[in-house]
């Protein structure tokens, strides 16, 4: 049998869901919070460690979830913060082994504009909740809520299938975690074939990018791609978004996703899922991933809107999104 008629469904794990509710957070203390970006950039993220020993998550977030943060305080209309969720950024069994530190990915939302988005008022909005998180200390506590979400999560048998991983954004949250968990953590590493394609405004904005480059440089099987979209290549040519960059090397990534064990995670901001499939829909490697619905289907991939393919499409089991 050759390859791509080899079964690839996979199997995944039943995660701990909600142990922790919004009505009794956890108490959590910050064991680090430091700056993850490649460079000098015009955003802010952490990683965010937090001590969870003694509480009922301790060892029981698996990576592909998230968990909630409480800040403190209340909102405009005298109520208390709703939660706000953060994906774990470290391998299930957490930062140093022992499932005491969880970890994530925190980016300050820092904009302009007034409550309303028609409003054009120009003053500053800082979110609550990341901004809350940043400016936390080590030796602070923090509430915290989940596990959440069941939707992503690494296969039972993770050396069964290969990977191509999608991130733009904190969406590299989840990355971060699985590529450790798949390459560092396990006493024997897989040896499947694993590519990470990040996206990112400039180069200063890579997430982690040390770590994928050090990842890179010692495991063969694993593959650092970066698209930037916000900065002209060297040859003087336009910045890539993410399908952009998929779609100029499709010679390289067909044989991955043709094959039956490949499964394909995006992760990030809301939207971004919609130029891969388009990508790979026009070239014929979409049916293993998603399945259009008929209004979709009747519509030729050169011509689909990126608005139509968003509620467009039913996954398959081998395609796992998270987008927010
Ligand atoms: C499953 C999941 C996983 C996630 N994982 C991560 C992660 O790993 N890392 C991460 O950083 N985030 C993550 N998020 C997003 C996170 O939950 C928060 O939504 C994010 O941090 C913003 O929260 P906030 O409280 O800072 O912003 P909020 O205060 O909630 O504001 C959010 C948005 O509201 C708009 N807004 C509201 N009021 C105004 C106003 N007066 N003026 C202008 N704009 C306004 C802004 O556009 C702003 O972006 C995830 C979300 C989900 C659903």
Redesign the pocket.
Known sequence: MSDSQATGAPRFPEPDLNLVHVKSPVTGTIVSNDTCLRGKSASFVRHTVIDVGGTPLEGRCRIGQ?FGVI?PGADGRGKPHKV????L?CASDGENGNGRLIA????R?I?E???DARDDAH?L?L?????YLCDLQPGDEVKITGP??KRMLLPIDPSAHDYLFVATG?GI?PFRGMLLELLENSNTPVTSDIHLLMGAPYTTDLIYDDLFVRLAATHPNFHYHTAISREARDDGRRGLYVHDYLAERIEQFAPLLRRARTLVYACGLAGMQCGLFKVLAQHELGAAYFEPKPALASIAPNDWELSAIRRGVRLTDRCLI?V?
């Open positions: 998230a800040a706000r969720l953060y994906s950024a994530t990915t925190t980016k939302v904009a504009g007034g409550p003053r909005f979110g609550v909740c990341s901004n959440n979400g904190t949250a998270e927010y």
